[in-house]
C-alpha cells in the first residue's frame, strides 16, 4: 500500500473555528488531492496540487484553502467551518512518471469531521 | 468531464462471477475508462483501467465495447471481502492534474 496517512482522524469543531487536516505521504508522487465525501455520494475533489506550491480547485473549492510546502504534505484549510463541512475528507496521491503510478491514485483512511 | 452511469446496487452469491455495467455513451476519443472500489469505512483503491482492448489483472477483468460506449468490470470469483461500492470513472488523459470525477457507484452485496 501506498504510505498516505491522514491527521486527525476523527475530529469534532464547532462552528466558525479554524480546522486544519493534514495529509501526509512517503512516495515522492508529484500529484495529491482532497476529496469530500458525503452520505450516499460519491467523492467530491475540493482542491489538487500538482507540485510544490502549485494548486488548483476542484469543484467543491468554496470555503477550502490547500498549501503545499514541501512534496510530502497537503493541508486542507477550512477558514472558519461550517455544518455544511461536516463530512468525510479523503486525501489522494498520485505519480507523474509512466506505468501504473501515472494511471493510479491512492487514497489516505479518510477523516471524519463534524461541526457542531 | 464525461458521465457514466451505473445500477445502483447488485447483489451476487459467494464464489460467483459478477458483471458490473456502466455506460458511458458521451466518451471521448481522450478517455480512459478507470475502476474503483470503496470498502466499507475506506478510501478508494484503484481496480483496473483500460483504453480499448479488454484488460485483466489480479483483481478483476476490464470488457470495453467495440464502441466503447460502455464497458463492464468482470470479478470472477466474487467473495465477501468485494462488497464495495464500485465507481466507473472517465478520465481524460490531456485534462491537467490527471483528476477523477466519481459518481454514485454500484454497491455490490455479497451473499455466503
Known amino acids: 500500500d501506498a504510505g498516505i496517512t491522514q491527521s486527525p482522524r476523527h475530529k469534532v469543531t464547532e462552528t466558525g473555528t479554524p480546522v486544519t487536516l493534514r495529509c501526509h505521504q512517503t512516495e515522492n508522487h508529484r500529484y495529491m488531492y482532497w476529496y469530500r465525501q458525503d452520505p450516499g455520494h460519491g467523492l467530491r475533489l475540493i482542491h489538487y496540487s500538482y507540485g510544490v506550491k502549485d494548486t488548483d480547485k476542484g469543484e467543491v473549492s468554496d470555503g477550502y484553502s490547500v498549501s503545499r510546502s514541501k512534496t510530502e504534505d497537503f493541508l486542507l484549510t477550512l477558514e472558519s467551518a461550517t455544518s455544511s463541512q461536516t463530512s468525510v475528507y479523503f486525501c489522494?496521491?498520485?505519480?507523474?512518471?509512466?506505468?501504473?503510478?501515472?494511471?493510479?491514485?491512492?487514497f489516505g483512511p479518510g477523516t471524519r469531521l463534524t461541526v457542531l | 468531464d464525461a458521465k457514466t452511469t451505473q445500477p445502483n446496487s447488485m447483489e451476487s452469491n459467494e464464489e460467483e462471477p459478477v458483471h458490473l455495467p456502466c455506460n458511458h455513451s458521451t466518451i471521448s476519443g481522450t478517455d480512459y475508462i478507470h475502476w474503483y472500489r470503496q470498502l466499507p469505512s475506506q478510501g478508494p483503491e484503484y481496480v483496473i483501467h483500460?483504453?480499448?482492448s479488454n484488460v485483466n489483472n489480479r483483481m478483476a477483468s476490464l470488457a470495453i465495447a467495440e464502441d466503447r460506449k460502455s464497458s463492464t468490470l468482470i470479478l470472477h470469483r466474487a467473495t465477501l471481502r468485494d462488497a464495495a461500492v464500485y465507481y466507473c470513472?472517465?478520465?481524460?488523459?490531456?485534462?491537467?492534474?490527471?483528476?477523477?470525477?466519481f459518481g454514485g457507484g454500484t454497491r455490490v452485496l455479497v451473499k455466503p
Open positions: 489522494a496521491t498520485g505519480g507523474l512518471a509512466g506505468g501504473l503510478a501515472y494511471n493510479e491514485q491512492f
Open positions: 483500460g483504453l480499448t
Open positions: 470513472i472517465l478520465r481524460d488523459w490531456e485534462a491537467a492534474g490527471n483528476k477523477l470525477t
